[in-house]
């Protein structure tokens, strides 16, 4: 069914200084992928067999412009990634005030068993299908058997003093808001939503595609972004509504349809990284 799109632009010049004290059982578990679940909590009581790995404390460097809540939390989960974890537990949180511009954060790593149920969004991944149990959004008074939302965002992950930046723009799953009433055609109709969002990531392709050739700098990028969000977003809904359209006339047209979005990732395998590397000019 019809789903919502959501760009997402956060522009952080943000280096913020890392302190990380590792656990004996840090080198325990391998690196966890982009892909796979991950939870970000606000304490550990529901966790069960949880293994600790590591403190991570970020402050400001002093040479910070704007360090986000977000951008602080996500810099903290990709190094739990790195120690093998699945959990990063938040156990402090300094807001900006007058000594620093920058959200402060410190917190404990953890690898759990199951980080799966506390996730917010998926990362698209082909290595990462969709599952019924991903879809909890409340299915009470819902008109469809099932709904996927997902959001592409676009954030900046890093910078360079030489003036590169480097762009992440990813397509995600937002499992609570998306939903799923099983039925005896639970195999199909979780088929027909892994489309939209595999089509939704054809359209993240496309507008990594459109800023790498389109945006040579970050001041570029910044100046056409509305833009090419614009024209991203009435292509995707247009190709969302023209899906839905066909395959709930004739349920046929799904081998169709499964035929096309393969050729496509195909096609973009070239932008399929979630990373786009502006220049300096």
Known sequence: MKKLLFLAL???ACAPQMELTKSPS???YPTVEPYEAFALLPDSNLLQNK???GD?????AGFTVDCDFETVVQLAAEKSRKLGGNCFVLTRHKKPGLSSSCHQIRGKVYHIDNAAQFEKTILWHPNRP???ENFRGNTENRPFQAVTFYKIHSDIKSYTLAGKTTLSIEARFVCDDSYFKKSQNDTQVLQHEQLHFDIAEIYARKFRKAISEQAINYNQYRAKYEILMAEIRKE???KQDEYDAEVYKDPSQQTKWNSWVKTELAQMEAFASTDVVLGTK
Do not use: G, P, T, Y
């Not at 991570?56 to 400001?60: A, G, L, M, Q, T």
């Open 56 to 60: 991570i404390i970020i402050r400001d």
């Open 236 to 238: 995707l809904l247009l």
């Open 130 to 132: 969709l599952k019924i």
């Open 10 to 12: 956060l522009f952080s």
């Open 51 to 53: 293994v600790f790995l």
């Open 26 to 28: 840090f080198n325990k």
